[in-house]
């Protein structure tokens, strides 16, 4: 099926140190969502972002949607321990008005405290 | 309040066997979503439900695969003749879908999965 083109796979950082993933996508999406997932559990959303151009912030964590519609970052900053696991992009909203979510692979974040 | 839940957490079954994975969504939650994750791999759709009825079930991947949600609550993931390639962790979310996903906000919440090991 679809997936979203995500970087980098994984991830290995100290603590204090400030992260960076992205995800491209050939087909534009209405809205970007970047989620988080822990061992045994599902995806937890962390940020939603609605407008080309959005930059949007929650704690440490910056997120922006291309201008394009066809992109999005997450930074993280001054990580900690407990930002470890998986980060997924995900697309909502094309075409046709599906309101499936495609997702990205995943970025695995592990912090060396 | 509850989130969504899922049951069995673990489901091992054998090769050719039918199998049944239980979503319990959020209490009134309009629209409900089975994804199947593989291992190294993000949630991919399989079908979303709004109320009652399939409004999207192009991510099945084949007739072995059939959902249903009779009262517009619980659904149910049924798939026949299990291959060792359906072996994964099968996700549900639900939402409270409003009119029109411009307004935004319509966040989908996971359930902790059921992880499906066909031998």
């Known amino acids: 099926g679809q997936q979203l083109n995500q970087s980098p796979q994984s991830m290995f950082i100290q603590e204090g140190e400030d992260v960076s993933m992205n995800c491209t996508s050939s087909s534009i999406f209405n809205t970007w969502l970047w989620y988080k997932q822990d061992p045994g559990e599902g995806p937890v959303l962390l940020i939603a972002?609605?407008?080309?151009?959005e930059l949007t912030s929650n704690g440490r964590l910056t997120a922006q949607f291309g201008i394009t519609r066809k992109d999005s970052f997450l930074n993280i900053s001054a990580s900690i321990p407990s930002d470890v696991g998986i980060y997924f992009c995900?697309?909502?909203?094309?075409?046709?008005?599906?309101?499936?979510?495609?997702f990205g692979k995943g970025t695995k974040l592990t912090v060396n405290p | 309040g509850a989130g969504v839940s899922q049951t069995p957490s673990n489901k091992v079954t054998e090769k050719g066997k039918y199998v049944e994975l239980r979503c319990d969504p959020i209490?009134?939650?309009?629209?409900l979503y089975w994804y199947r994750q593989s291992l190294g791999q993000g949630p991919e759709f399989l079908i979303y439900?709004?109320?009652?009825?399939?409004?999207?079930d192009s991510g099945l991947p084949n007739d072995r695969f059939f959902a249903v949600r009779p009262e517009g609550s619980v659904s149910t993931l049924k798939i026949q003749r299990t291959e060792r390639g359906d072996s994964a962790v099968y996700l549900c979310?639900?939402?409270?879908?409003?009119?029109?996903?411009?307004?935004?906000?319509?966040?989908?919440?996971f359930g902790p999965g059921t992880r499906l090991t066909v031998l």
């Open positions: 972002l609605y407008k080309a151009g």
């Open positions: 209490s009134g939650h309009t629209a």
């Open positions: 439900f709004q109320g009652t009825g399939a409004a999207d």
């Open positions: 979310a639900s939402s409270l879908l409003r009119q029109s996903t411009s307004l935004g906000g319509d966040e989908q919440f």
């Open positions: 995900a697309g909502h909203g094309t075409q046709g008005g599906s309101e499936k979510l495609v």
